[in-house]
């Protein structure tokens, strides 16, 4: 949300605050906001020097007087590659402070995980994207627990992209948490992680704030209060408004100048400040730097490099003075008014409390010009230095190779391990495509020849999140240079696996050929056989995700079905292949093969194997194997413990399509739309062609279908992706809306023929005949419907999950030329779903069943199978079908009952599961932890609860839920 500036006014009497009396009004009443537990956001966005830092301390200022927990961070251009810099500016001074006791409670709960992120150790553990993120967003929770929590981040253009994740994770949550968030970002500006923040500037949480310049007049009165005189002419006022345009910056280093120069402020003397320029900041600090000594230009130059809140024996050091002219460089160039005292930092030791002195500039334009007016050659060998004393200081990795990243290479070994150090621990913290960037310096210094390749995989590891093209091109830079059959494998492996994750080329598949066929030359072996599963099993995955070498799969499967048979977890992963190939094709003992991959446990669950997994379950989701599920839950269980985002969007994905299945719809919404939310971050990374998304938009597209959303179905299912995999859902819901039948049986047929080409028969897998044939039908061309129906039937039966075969016999029933017939085929049809996991599908038969039973004149029979029907579609929360049912026991002369409205039977899924665990003892705490929601989300459900249960307790919750 846009606000527009209200009438000027000026809060209080502070000169950076003229004309800012809407935008202070604004952040007031953010901060009240927040401490009424109604967290929001706000952005303060215009051109450097406009306010917005002003404001920023308005704010914090503020929030203090009022109680509020301020946390303040300032994003820099330097350390834009350092992995969750602002958010340890945030967080770290708050547990650096706390006492034991408040620490244990501030790392409470999944804010434990925090603490590595913010601290990791040198070796650390590797924390997934996921829980760093959340354990992160509950040490906020935990932080807000006693006081309003106000987080306070400048500069959030140079903000790095990992604090950006984190902010974009909690932006969605703030309305429900004692949090105001007031960030400040430059509108022209973007730095290196331009999609990711207009990503979270533009979130519809943030209200933005867009401070204009300032006028005429209240520049006169910046100026008559800056430069403490009581009248300053009207035609100077003019020169400098129009030389600034009104930028409040600008007019003070107008200011200064006038000042120190002890210029009049008279007509004459106008012309002064028009010479400036719209280039003002950097031409005054040019002349004011060529004013200078040579030690204060060094100073000032080693400032420019070491970046804010440097220490003040750092700066001197760097520029090679002792730290008593430091000091005296400290006044020469101006203390306060271009540079300041800065903030101490959580781990300075100084011995009396406050650490080491630090400085920085007053602003970063100012910064800037001294930056950019040191030679380029000279910056690059300042940073190089100030690495090695950032080593000897901190030992800090990621401070050191944020300097590295602006030394020039040296081939230095040192400086490799350094920057591969930093990459270890962005990787540590769930942070690898900072990693990559450190990793890709380490490549150009260059590192020594033997620790190219090995580099170059690390790099590869670390880029494919981000950037798969990226990592790609690094594996097969790797696998030309690598020189044994079973490192070129691996490499290969890694190549291949990365390809199932966007369309993959021909050149991967030949490059997991060349691997495999030097493998088999090497007698290398269990290790190098395993490794040959491994190839193999990623070759299938490949053929998957695209059309590469689907058409030499028939041929190759008996070799591959041969290789299966070794023992190892290579061998288990190839089984996973192998099955989901085989339930494409409707194989029957696909499921049987899927069960020996999945037993053992010689498949443990990483980033490696989700793939494998993920299809492995779902092939027994196919085959209605009612062990699939409960694999499913521990799958997710364990991908929340790790917090990978990569493990959760596969494991949502497989699992919304399991709980459709089951009929819990709503369960099988709020999994597609988290596979959907992690799909679409992969889509920002530049996975555009992944088989993720169109898969997880064909399973919410068609749980939206069966509640009756059919306009939001819609909006999920448009847009490009394969025939085969969305082209079924958008026949159904063209069907379901009653579009022509022409329609309906085109696009039908298409998926038909695209399912064809790819060798998938298993109808189901992909289901394209019954919605064809039932417009084939309704155009008059019924024979011809009919025959699909047949194959459907027979393919159904082959494969032998009770769905699909029930599904057939329905359309068979609508399709039979009299009504005994059609009774008959009914009467199948609900049999053979009796034992089925497709709830959805039973009940769908018995409504057909029950409607031909009352057609029949047998009315007895017809109400009673009805009423199950509707209990099931009840339950499920399948709207269009319960209507349909209800519609049909008036017709039969029963009184259909209301869905429920009050009682257990009244709770949705989400209220079910929070009643659940309220019940069995759990606080609301602990029930937002274990669902992943916040603690006022648990209250909101809590009492919607307490009033369809009729209660008024906790304590009441057990019983009540027993009905």
Known sequence: MSVEPGPPATPADDPAL???????????????????????????????????????????????????????????????????????????????????????????????????????????????????????????????????????????????????????????????????????????????????????????AFTVLRPRPLGRVAAGRFLARSLARGDVDPAFVRACHDATAGNPLLLRELARAVREQDLPTDAAHAGYVVDLGPHAVARLVERRRNRLGPRAQRFAAALA??????????????????????????????????????????GDDGGDGRGPRRVRYVHPLIRAAVYTAVPAAERARLHRRAARLVEARTGDPARIAAHLLHAAPTGDPHTVELLRRAADRSTAVGAPAEAAV????????????????????????????????????????????????????????????????????????????????????????????????????????????????????PERMPALRRLAEREGPGARMLDCAIAYQDAMTGRPDAAERARRALSGGLLETSEHTVTALALALAVLLLAEDPGAMPRLDALMADARRRGSLRILASVSTVRARGRLQA????????????????????????????VLGPVVRAALGDTLLLRGELDEAGRVLRGEGPAHLLGGPRARLRLARGDAPALVARDALEVGQAAGELGVLNPAVVQWRVPAALALHAEGRTEQARELVAEELELARRWGAPAPVGRALRALAALAPERNGALELLRESVAV??????????????ADLGTALQAAGLGAEARSVLRSALDTADRCGARPLAERVRAALRAAGARPRRSALSGPGALTPSELRVAELAAAGATNRVVAQQLFITPKTVEVHLSRIYRKLGISARAQLADALRG
């Open 438 to 553: 450190f990793l890709h310096r380490a490549l150009e210094e260059p590192p020594p020849a033997a620790e190219r390749v090995p580099l170059l995989l690390e790099l590869a590891e670390a880029a494919i999140t981000e950037d798969i093209a990226g990592a790609a091109g690094h594996l097969r830079t790797a696998l030309r240079t690598a020189s044994g059959p079973v490192e070129r494998a691996r490499i290969a492996a890694l190549l291949g696996e990365a390809a199932t994750y966007v369309q993959p080329t021909g050149q991967a598949m030949a490059d997991l050929e060349e691997a495999v066929a030097a493998l088999e030359r090497e007698d290398g072996g269990v290790p190098a056989q395993d490794l040959r599963c491994r190839l193999a099993a990623t070759m299938l995955f490949t053929a998957f995700a695209s059309r590469a070498g689907r058409g030499e799969l």
């Open 663 to 690: 009929g819990q719809l709503a369960e099988a919404e709020s999994d597609a739309r988290e596979g959907l939310d992690a799909a679409r971050i992969y889509e920002r990374a530049g996975l555009r062609t992944t």
């Open 833 to 846: 779903l009796s034992g089925s996991t497709a709830l959805l599908e039973r009940a769908a038969a018995q």
């Open 18 to 204: 003229l004309e800012r009396g809407h935008e202070a009004a604004v952040l007031d009443g953010a901060l009240a906001a927040s401490a009424r537990g109604e967290g929001t956001a706000v952005l303060l966005e215009g051109v450097a020097g406009i306010g917005k830092s002003a404001l920023l301390a308005h704010a914090r200022e503020r929030g203090r007087a009022a109680g509020a927990r301020v946390l303040t961070a300032r994003a820099t251009e330097l350390e834009t590659a350092f992995a969750f810099g602002v958010v340890r500016q945030l967080f770290e001074p708050l547990l650096a402070g706390a006492s034991p006791e408040r620490r244990a409670a501030l790392l409470a709960g999944p804010a434990l995980t925090a603490a590595a992120v913010l601290e990791p150790g040198p070796d650390a553990a590797v924390i997934g994207d996921f829980a760093a993120l959340n354990s992160l967003l509950w040490l906020a929770v935990n932080a807000a627990e006693d006081a309003p929590l106000l987080l306070a981040v400048d500069d959030l253009h140079w903000c790095d992209p990992p604090s950006l994740r984190w902010l974009a994770f909690l932006l969605p949550r703030l309305a429900e948490l004692p949090v105001a968030l007031v960030a400040a970002a430059r509108s022209d500006e973007t730095g290196d992680s331009g999609p990711l923040l207009n990503q979270v500037a533009t979130d519809p």
């Open 305 to 346: 490099v070491l970046g804010d809140d440097a220490p003040l024996a750092d700066v001197a050091a760097l520029a090679a003075i002792d730290p008593d002219t430091a000091l005296r460089c400290l006044e020469e160039i101006g203390h306060p008014g271009t540079v300041r005292d800065g903030e101490v930092r959580a």
